[in-house]
Structure formats: C-alpha cells, structure tokens
C-alpha cells in the first residue's frame, strides 16, 4: 500500500501520516513512512526521541552522498539521472514503534521541473519505496507535487489532501486536484481535520463531493498536548486515533486488502 498525504503547512497532515502509519504498523505491516516536508517532524509525530532525530539529517542536505550517487560536483555539471539508491531507507531510516522513518527533506523547486542533483536524487528515491517496497509507505509531503514522477504516481495508491474547514483550505484541495491531473493522477482525496463542530461538517460536505470525502477528525486538545509534550498523538488521543482507524478501513476497502 502507497499512500501520498499532501496539504498546506498546519492542517495535521503530520498527525494524519504518523497515526495512520502506528495503525499499520500494529497490525504487524512493515512500515516506511517517509517525510518529504522542508519542515520535517513526522518523526515527533511517530514518537521518535528529540536525541534520534537531532542526529538524523534529511537526504536533501548529504551533499556528500548525493554527489557520491549522482557523480554531480562542482567540477562535473553531467551526472547520472539514474542513480543508485535502493539500499538508502534500510542504511538510514530510523525505527521507532514499529515505523521505519526516512527523512527526505525537499528540494526548492520554484514550481518547476528544476534538475538539480539533489531533486533527481529524491525523485529516485520516492519512486523506488513506491514501484519497488513492498512495505506499506505513507509520504507525508507539502502540497507541491515536484518530487512526483509520472511512473511513481501510477503506483500509488492513495492520494489524500488533508484540509481544515475553510476556504483557503478548499481551494488548496482544487489546486492540488489540478496538479495531480496533469501528472495522470485521476483521484484524490480528502480528509478534513480539525472540524469543530456540526456546521463545520456541513461545510466539508458542501465543498467536498461524497466520493471525495474519505472522512473526519474532529478539533481535539488532546492532539495539541501531544504535540506540546513532543509525544506521538496514537498514544495520547483514543478519540482522534479511532477517527483515524475508521479512515484506515475505508483506504483498505477501497484497496481490497
Ligand atoms: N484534530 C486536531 N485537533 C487539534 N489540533 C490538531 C489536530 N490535528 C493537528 N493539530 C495540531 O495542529 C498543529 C499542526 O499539525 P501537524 O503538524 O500535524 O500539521 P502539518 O500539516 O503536518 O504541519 P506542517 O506542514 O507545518 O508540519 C499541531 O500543533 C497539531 O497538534
């Protein structure tokens, strides 16, 4: 199961990607979740030590390993657009709770198709944990879809957009909807996090067509004292990580497993 889980900065794609990620780890799954956001904390999210992940440094930032992979230096402008990079998340994913977490940091694109070493270096890797791991790999990744390639989309099986109840929100799930389309990717997803209330419900199913709406998390403190005691929210909130298991299902069903 490859499952993408894109949104804007703040909307609980983190807290969304780490529960689902424990979920299928518990059930015994072999987990990679990989974080491929500039401002990289899935790991707190997993449960992972501040002492473990201060010692880890996202792919994007090993220049050494890049150059040494892709032949790019400063003396060498040619370099391999297929570099080797199958042994990368078994040499420096980091296992907690049952997840192995590869921190990919991202690449400033501009919005473009840049090809810098580093973006052909992460695009790689993307598209070797979804065509080629047989693990469950959940990406927690910022709304840009730059570090998606044609082949890699194809193997994906989810493409979520976590949103809150709002119009910019809304109109975040569109862009990424439009973007998606241009890479072949045909259905998205959404989940609406931190809904309030019953009109905030109302306003999801307004804004979200019913085949859309994979399902709800409701506003929950005890998601915002995890996150202040640095703690994972699976082991903190049962209400928030029981919404998260029903969504869980209805992915599996979706993907007969
Ligand atoms: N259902 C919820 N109820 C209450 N607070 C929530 C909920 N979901 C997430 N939060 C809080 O919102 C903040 C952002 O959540 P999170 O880090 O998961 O979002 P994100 O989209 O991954 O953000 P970023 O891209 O900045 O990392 C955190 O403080 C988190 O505790």
Do not use: W
């Not at 059930?27 to 030590?49: I, M, R, T």
């Not at 080629?132 to 910022?142: A, G």
């Not at 979520?160 to 709002?166: K, L």
């Amino acid at each position: 199961m490859k499952i993408a889980v894109t949104g804007k900065g703040g909307v609980g794609k983190t807290t969304f990607a780490a529960t689902l990620a424990r979920l299928y780890a518990d059930e015994g799954k072999k987990v990679l979740a990989a974080d491929v956001d500039p401002d990289a904390n899935l790991g707190l999210a997993l449960g992972f030590d501040e002492e473990t992940l201060d010692s880890i440094i996202p792919i994007s930032k090993m220049r050494k390993l890049v150059e040494e992979r892709t032949g790019a230096n400063s003396q060498n402008q040619f370099y391999t657009l297929n570099p080797k990079v199958d042994d990368i998340p078994d040499t420096y994913g980091k296992v907690c709770n049952g997840v192995k977490l590869l921190v990919l940091g991202t690449v400033e694109t501009g919005g473009g198709g840049c090809v810098c070493p580093e973006h052909v270096m992460l695009k790689r890797i993307i598209s070797n944990l979804v065509v080629h791991r047989d693990d469950v790999v959940i990406m927690d990744m910022e709304a840009g879809l730059e570090h998606l390639g044609r082949g890699t989309t194809e193997s994906m099986d989810e493409f979520i957009v976590v949103i809150e109840p709002g119009a910019r929100s809304v109109q975040t799930y569109k862009n990424v909807k439009r973007l998606a389309k241009d890479l072949g990717i045909t259905q998205v997803k959404v989940v609406a996090n931190k809904v309030r209330n019953a009109e905030d419900e109302e306003f999801i199913r307004a804004k979200i067509p019913a085949e859309d709406l994979l399902g709800m998390i409701h506003y929950n403190v005890e998601v915002m004292d995890a996150d202040r005691q640095g703690k994972s929210p699976y082991d903190f909130s049962e209400t928030v990580t029981s919404e998260i298991r029903k969504i869980k299902e209805k992915i599996d069903n979706e993907n007969s497993l």
